[in-house]
């Protein structure tokens, strides 16, 4: 247990050296076809990431193509988690450190076939390491690729995996809340210092430097690798945080009730000031920011949901809000 606690305390002081992946491209830039399967994959536990337009019926399929070739795949998540922001992968890190995972797969369905990606999972909060060399293939038939996926394990590495599901575990959430879940603002920001991280793109760096002129308290841009802990010791006692995902899976993330089925949800934004509602699809990808108090983690959503596919427009919609409670504007 001691060892356990050693390494989850190591891995995370190491990912906050390293530049998380901010998009699903990222995420896959980094990955260098051509490797051989994790030499582990048949003997220890692997994690699932798979794009939301897989049916169960598919999911379904490739978890018996597993089962088959001796992968234990114990937990499938959506795709959009690898790049959802700090707090969602710091928390899926610690969660997946917890079951003992040592594998990442990774699978993409698009109009023309269906992409594997399989590699090592480096127990930090960036996921893998970059140019992590990784087995892939890709195949219109799916049980085709799982065939493929069969005869090469079966070929390179000894199946010590005995007990594996039958049926494919989906449809978890991460909750990234550690405090209190609050649906208003912070009013300490108007004494404690508040730290704005950057992006580590130069183009959005600019204008993340730009629209946060318009915060009227004490605040600072700071290097995107930067851990809570180096935050806090530089004297920061927020930080403002942002979930990138799916509207649906943002929501989910964030502990918002979806109490009635829906394709969509109302978002407010504000253009010049003005309050106005936009229906954004539950599959649309977008930005929600929040602040966050670092000793507590107690977060502070706001009172409104305001997220916006252009990440720009959703901090105004979080910035404007925030200004309009407390007659700042």
């Known amino acids: 247990m001691v060892r356990i606690i050693f390494v989850l305390l190591f891995s995370f002081a190491h990912a906050a050296l390293a530049q998380l992946p901010f998009t699903e491209q990222q995420f896959l830039a980094k990955l260098q076809p051509g490797g051989g399967l994790p030499s582990e994959l048949l003997k220890s536990k692997s994690v699932v990431f798979h794009t939301y337009n897989l ?68 127990k930090k909060a960036n996921l893998v390491e970059d140019v992590q060399p990784a087995w892939t293939d890709r195949h ?27 049926l494919a575990e989906t449809g978890f959430s991460v909750n990234i809340i550690e405090g209190n879940r609050n649906e208003f603002y912070a009013i300490d920001l108007k ?9 580590g793109i130069e183009e959005m760096d600019q204008q993340l430097e730009e629209i946060m002129k318009q915060f009227p308290y004490k605040y600072a841009l700071t290097e995107a690798h930067l851990s809570e802990a180096d935050l806090r010791k530089q004297g920061y006692f927020y930080v403002l945080r942002f979930v990138r ?52 983690g107690n977060v502070f959503l706001g009172t409104k949901w305001d997220a916006d596919q252009d990440w720009l427009q959703a901090l105004q919609n979080q910035l404007t809000g925030y200004k309009i409670e407390f007659r700042l504007e």
Not at 149 to 166: F, P, T
């Open 55 to 122: 049916t169960d019926k598919e999911l379904e399929t490739i978890q018996k193509g597993f089962q088959r070739t001796g992968i234990d795949a114990v937990t499938y998540y959506d795709a959009n988690y690898v790049c959802a922001g700090r707090d969602v992968l710091v928390k899926l890190a610690g969660t997946l450190n917890r079951r003992e995972i040592e594998n990442l797969i990774y699978i993409q369905k698009d109009n023309d076939a269906f992409h594997f990606y399989i590699m090592p999972y480096n």
């Open 140 to 166: 219109r038939a799916l049980d085709y690729l799982l065939q493929q996926l069969y005869r090469k394990a079966a070929s390179e590495l000894k199946n010590e995996n005995l007990l594996i599901n039958d």
């Open 191 to 199: 004494v404690d210092m508040l730290a704005v991280p950057k992006f």
């Open 245 to 296: 995902a799916k509207n649906k899976v943002a929501r989910e993330i964030l502990d918002y009730e979806n109490k009635r089925p829906s394709n969509a949800f109302v978002s407010v934004r504000y253009i010049d000031k003005v309050p106005a509602l936009k229906s954004i699809h539950q599959n649309d990808i977008v930005f929600k920011f929040y602040f966050k108090h670092i000793d507590s």
